[in-house]
């Protein structure tokens, strides 16, 4: 069992609580706090946005970025998906993300840092350049997986014996990556990295997380519509 | 809590800048290591496989990398003074939104005002003073961005005060003049102890990037 059960007294809590979660029905950043406030056991109120065509409310939420996901607790916003995740932590203390020994919080933040800054970039890059540019990205790809693979040894997950901090940040590629070898042909992450592989299916199949993903037949005709955008056909 | 403490550093970083004043608010000794970064020592290619950068925060052998995770990881280490996080999960929250939006935007923008010319450095000065005045406008009357006392992103935006020098001379424009309240909290910063012997000289900053632009054969 990978959850510890919600007390009681954490359910009344939750009764009093107003969470709403502005997000859209593909965000991968949406997503990762979907996946805290379920492992949480938080009710939360889903509100999916246009974003071509925002709400006035998501703007008066987020002025600095305009972007989703934002979460409202008790009507105070929270923008910045690491930033909603740790405060979820902090306010809702069942099935932490985080554990209690500083070194292992630093750990945890470096890599949901690293998949923010150097994996995310750099596969956005695999998937919207191309010839010698693409070449590179997955170069600087092949790079950055050895050390996440070198990163799972001896863990089941990220955040070692159960899923934490790190896992949610690391989720999108759990379904994402099927998808983009789907639409663009490309092997991306192959048996080189077998531990990561394992965590992907881990995760994918998590009994929290399974029924979360957005539907494949919509995500696939969403990405190829992208990836027909990046590369028009000669 | 006790144990050696070694910061793997670069002076002009104000990433390492970071570290240094959460150090010097939790009266930490540490010895200071001083990197050239074009001849990089074994300790931090072993400390930092990953990203091979400084600040590398070293406690008791052991490696945290990245600065505000080590700004935190010193806060929660040494809890016992001088707390950088205020403890509502709110106001933490919000602390972290703005040190984020710190990383996410000063850094580049200040990069962009001291790589490029003309068309691109003035586009690059707007978007760096309107970033500085989103950060005024959170200040707000407070004496520092935590209150009566540092926080968390006091010490994320402090640093670059050392910078802003440089910045003005190769933009050629105030930023006192855009935002007198920031420059004000800055100085006021600059008061305490813990700041004041973590920041480099402003003029050793600018000579330090004239270099810089030789090397980058940037006019």
């Not at chain 1, 170069?139 to 990220?158: D, I, Q």
Request: hydrophobic fraction near 40%; aromatic fraction near 12%.
């Amino acid at each position: 069992m990978y959850i510890t059960p919600v007390k009681q007294e954490d359910l009344a809590n939750n009764m009093a609580e107003e969470v709403k979660l502005f997000k859209t029905w593909s965000t991968p950043f949406g997503l990762r706090v979907v996946w805290a406030l379920k492992l949480k056991g938080i009710e939360y109120e889903s509100i999916d946005e246009d974003l071509s065509n925002k709400s006035a409310l998501l703007l008066q939420y987020n002025p600095v970025y305009k972007k989703v996901p934002v979460l409202v607790h008790n009507g105070k916003p929270v923008s910045e998906s690491l930033v909603i995740l740790e405060y979820i932590d902090e306010t809702w203390n069942q099935n932490p993300l985080l554990p209690e020994d500083p070194f292992e919080r630093a750990r945890q933040r470096f890599w949901a840092k690293f998949n923010e800054e150097k994996l995310l970039p750099t596969i956005m890059a695999i998937f919207t350049k191309e010839g010698k540019d693409r070449e590179e990205a997955m170069a600087a790809w092949v790079e950055n997986l050895k050390f996440v693979e070198e990163e799972l040894k001896g863990k089941k997950f990220f955040g070692s014996e159960k899923i934490g901090l790190a896992d949610l940040v690391f989720g999108w590629m759990a379904n994402l990556i099927g998808i983009f070898e789907e639409v663009t042909g490309l092997k991306i992450v192959d048996e080189r990295y077998p531990l990561l592989l394992a965590w992907m299916q881990e995760f994918y199949e998590h009994p929290v997380i399974k029924d979360t993903w957005p539907p494949h037949d919509k995500m696939i005709i969403k990405w190829q519509a992208l990836y027909e955008n990046y590369h028009p056909a000669k | 809590m006790e144990g050696a403490v070694v910061l793997l550093d670069f002076w002009p970083s104000m990433f390492g800048m970071r570290t240094r004043v959460a150090l010097a608010e939790k009266q930490i000794k540490y010895e200071y290591k001083e990197e050239d970064l074009r001849n990089k020592s074994e300790l931090l290619l072993q400390m930092n496989p990953v990203l091979k950068k400084i600040p590398v925060l070293i406690h008791n052998g052991k490696p945290v990398c990245e600065s505000l995770i080590q700004v935190q990881y010193i806060d929660e280490v040494w809890n016992d003074r001088a707390p950088l996080l205020p403890s509502d999960p709110y106001k933490r929250a919000t602390a972290r939104f703005w040190a984020d939006f710190v990383d996410k935007k000063i850094y580049d923008l200040g990069a962009k005002v001291w790589k490029t010319k003309g068309e691109e450095q003035e586009t690059a000065k707007k978007e760096f003073i309107e970033s500085l005045k989103l950060l005024e406008g959170e200040l707000g009357d407070k004496t520092y961005f935590g209150g009566e006392n540092l926080g968390f992103v006091d010490v994320a935006l402090i640093p670059f005060y050392s910078w802003f020098y440089a910045y003005e001379k190769c933009g050629n424009f105030s930023i006192e003049a855009e935002c007198p309240k920031l420059i004000a909290w800055a100085k006021r910063c600059m008061q305490k102890e813990s700041v004041a012997k973590s920041l480099p000289d402003q003029e050793k900053v600018y000579e330090f990037l004239l270099q810089m632009k030789k090397i980058f054969g940037i006019e």
